[in-house]
């Protein structure tokens, strides 16, 4: 069954939007009361498809170990989350703010599709990674730094498996998603940073590449605590993508089983633009590449960030959404995190 919202039809024929493009969000939307109800209408067809987001326990954690770096203070900690389980996680903590005198401003910084998980953001643990480690970088920016391991990788790969193997998870859970656990325990991760007295809880910002990239903006899209995003190399909409059951069924990690039997039928649940649009207008920072094997269709991306670009200049916050397309791979660029790291500072450091 269709669903007939001012001139869009969900779910969507994916060969009508590899054939037409990315459907437009102000597509018939003339005032704000109708791109309101849009709204409304995306974020049912989005939640249906994640599974439900149930309540959390009462945030609690412990310090495992403490290590004094040159600028901050690592904590490896362990924070509970729903279903009895709970989370490994770095937290780092500039030297300046052991004082107490001030709150800071702070960033959960998501892993990347990395094995190694936490570790791969919070600490420079080789050399190869250097594009990687962007929680240590922004700990030495002033910002108090959370970095998670997600379930599958780090320290909570299922016994007997390799890292990424989502099976486990859809046995003991079938018909939910593990992204919407992943979705639960990053925001049981924010009302951890929110109960921290050195934390400024209404500037916290998400961070992350290619699957701390869409983690970022997912994350976003379901809470308001996050203030900012910055997303590199993880936008992927359906629309000219040579592999779009990479949301499906695979035989190692699986978002969201149901999109390969739409997929089937040629239909897809929504394009990836409107998910983005679930944020506005909270400041949002992308960045994808045309040599980007992991993601190539770089054309569809970059109609999908410019339309999402046209809703924040409608709704008057055109200076909040940036984005960039560069010539290279699936990576960070330094030039682009210098950039995205002043996008932060600039939508987050007015800490009073």
């Not at 203070?73 to 924070?79: E, M, P, S, T, Y």
């Not at 991760?189 to 290619?210: E, P, T």
């Not at 909409?237 to 059951?245: M, V, Y």
């Not at 190692?252 to 649009?277: K, R």
């Amino acid at each position: 069954m269709y669903t007939v919202t001012y001139g869009q039809q969900r779910p969507y024929r994916l060969s009508a939007l590899n054939e037409k493009g990315i459907p437009r969000l102000l597509d018939s939307i003339t005032t704000p009361e109708q791109w309101a109800d849009k709204k409304d209408d995306i974020r049912k067809a989005w939640i249906e498809l994640v599974g439900e987001l149930p309540k959390r326990p009462e945030v609690r954690y412990r310090i495992i170990s403490e290590t004094q770096m040159s600028d901050h203070v690592r904590q490896k900690i362990i924070f509970n989350t729903i279903y009895d389980d709970s989370v490994s996680a770095f937290l780092l903590i500039p030297n300046a703010a052991k004082t107490g005198k001030r709150k800071y401003p702070a960033i959960l910084a998501l892993q990347p599709t990395n094995e190694t998980g936490k570790l791969a953001v919070a600490t420079p643990f080789k050399e190869g990674n250097r594009n990687r480690y962007y929680g240590y970088e922004l700990v030495s920016r002033g910002y108090i730094v959370l970095a998670p391991d997600d379930l599958t990788s780090g320290e909570r790969v299922y016994p007997g498996e390799k890292p990424f193997q989502s099976a486990p998870f859809y046995k003991k859970y079938p018909g939910w998603t593990i992204m919407a656990k992943t979705l639960v325990d990053h925001m049981q991760a924010l009302d951890l940073l929110s109960q921290l007295d050195h934390v400024a809880a209404d500037h916290i910002a998400a961070i992350g590449v290619s699957f701390g990239a869409y983690n970022s903006f997912f994350l976003s899209s379901v809470d308001p605590r996050i203030k900012a995003v910055v997303s590199i190399c993880g936008l992927s909409p359906f629309t000219g993508d040579p592999n779009p059951n990479r949301w499906g069924i695979r035989d190692w990690y699986t978002h969201f089983p149901t999109i390969t039997a739409g997929l089937n039928n040629d239909n897809v649940p929504f394009e990836f633009n409107e998910i983005v649009a679930l944020s506005a207008p909270t400041p949002m920072f992308f960045y994808a590449a045309q040599n980007d094997l992991i993601f190539p269709h770089w054309q569809s991306i970059g109609e999908a960030l410019n339309d999402v670009y046209k809703l924040y200049e409608w709704l008057g916050h055109a200076d909040s959404f940036q984005y960039s397309i560069g010539p290279g791979g699936h990576d960070f660029p330094r030039e682009i995190r210098n950039w995205a790291y002043d996008f932060l500072d600039r939508h987050l450091k007015d800490v009073k």
